[in-house]
Every structure is written in C-alpha cells, then in structure tokens.
C-alpha cells in the first residue's frame, strides 16, 4: 500500500475552521518557529516520527533534537518544505520512521465489529464514531489514516484503503487532535481532582473516629473513677 509518493497541495495550508483560534493565537505569539513547523506536518498523528504527536515534533524540529525527514506521511514534499523552510539540506525519509504513507481512510466492517470500543480510544482526531457494544463507524472525511486503530481491535476488523488524493485537510486534523487533548487533560485532571476529594474525606472520616473513639475513653474514664 505504501507506493509512490505523490506531491501534497495540502501542506502548509491553514483552514480557518474557527476552533481553537484562540489557543493557536497564544502558541503562535510564544513559539513561532514551531508553530511554522507544525503547520508543514500532514497533522496525521501517527507517531511514527517517533513523537506523540505533530506538534511534538515540530518541538523536538525546532529544538535540534529530531531531524526533518522522521515524517512518512510528509514524505519527500514534507522534508523539502521542511528544509526551505529551517534552510537545511533536504534529506531521504528515514528507514527508521517507516515507509511513505500515502493518503488513506479507515474503514470497519461493521458487520464484525463486536463494539469494544478500543478503536475510538486510539483514534487520535476523534473520527471514530459508536459506543459500548455497538456498532462503530469512521467518519471519513476526518480520518487522517493514521493506522493507530489498526492493533487494538480484536477482531481485526478495520482496513485501510488508499484515497488516491489528498489526505484530510490538516488544520482540520490538527484542531481536532487539539480538541481531544484538551477534553482528555479535561478529564484526568478532573480524575485527579476527584481522587483528593476521596483522600480528603477518608481523612476526615478517620479523624472522626479517632475523636469519637477519644470521647469514648474519656466517658469511659469518668465512669470507672
């Protein structure tokens, strides 16, 4: 599947979608070389750069410490604009990274899918819809083929299939990768926030007993004297 390798028209582009502008804004005013960088990556969330995410490398691009050619759905055009961009020498995709990824989307076949949901949880742009149990779907105009669904079903029920064009559009992609970071962080630091209430109250419980059971030996005392 990972053939020849088409030019993108799509890097570097910026879909003004509306959403998270505000956020972008801030990255922009503190980081503008990783923000130029980040807007280079297909914004496929891979990880096959080796980062947690696009812009993670575009970080670790900005900071000497990953190279530009780490990126294979970027491919040859993603480390030419790369270079022209930090005025290196463009550079083969590394072997270590993988093979070029050309544009695809995942698709389930529904009719094996058992509804574990593991799928949605590693989608990293939330283009996987169903619930518990249920049958779920991929919503392909947001698929960024990112192939991160692919090992946890069990059932080994999702494929891939070439777009034979381009890739979802990458700010898209990007704003929605931004929006489940921001409502996964939303929910663990509510998790956690939750856990010290519980400790908080287990202490209080406790220290109540322990004044209760000191008022019992106090009463005790007075009795017995």
């Known amino acids: 599947m990972h053939s020849s390798e088409p030019e993108f028209s799509n890097l570097g582009a910026v879909f003004d979608l509306g959403l998270a502008a505000d956020a972008r804004k801030t990255r922009t005013d503190q980081d503008p070389v990783v923000e130029r960088i980040n807007q280079l990556l297909p914004q496929t969330?891979?990880?096959?750069?080796?980062?947690?995410?696009?812009?993670?490398?575009?970080?670790?691009?900005?900071?000497?410490e990953a190279g530009i050619n780490q990126c294979p759905p970027g491919g040859t055009a993603g480390i030419r604009a790369l270079a022209k961009?930090?005025?290196?020498?463009?550079?083969?995709?590394?072997?270590?990274?993988?093979?070029?990824?050309?544009?695809?989307?995942?698709v389930i076949d529904e009719q094996a899918c058992i509804g574990c949901t593991r799928c949605i949880q590693a989608c990293p742009v939330d283009a996987i819809l169903g619930a518990s149990r249920q049958m779920h779907t991929v919503i392909a105009d947001e698929c960024t083929g990112c192939e991160l669904c692919l090992p946890p079903c069990p059932v080994d029920c999702i494929d891939l299939r070439s777009l034979g064009a381009a890739r979802a559009p990458a700010q898209m992609a990007r704003q929605r990768f931004e929006a489940r970071e921001t409502?996964?962080?939303?929910?663990?630091?509510?998790?956690?926030q939750n856990l010290e209430k519980k400790k908080g109250g287990l202490h209080n419980d406790a220290e109540k007993k322990?004044?209760?059971?000191?008022?019992?030996?106090r009463v005790q005392a007075r009795n017995a004297g």
Not at 99 to 106: N, S
Not at 184 to 192: F, G, K, P, S
């Open 45 to 64: 969330q891979c990880r096959r750069c080796g980062y947690p995410g696009c812009r993670p490398y575009a970080e670790a691009i900005a900071r000497g």
């Open 210 to 217: 322990r004044k209760i059971a000191a008022a019992l030996s």
């Open 183 to 192: 409502r996964l962080a939303t929910i663990d630091r509510e998790r956690r």
């Open 85 to 106: 961009l930090l005025d290196r020498q463009p550079l083969p995709l590394n072997p270590e990274n993988g093979e070029f990824m050309p544009p695809a989307v995942a």
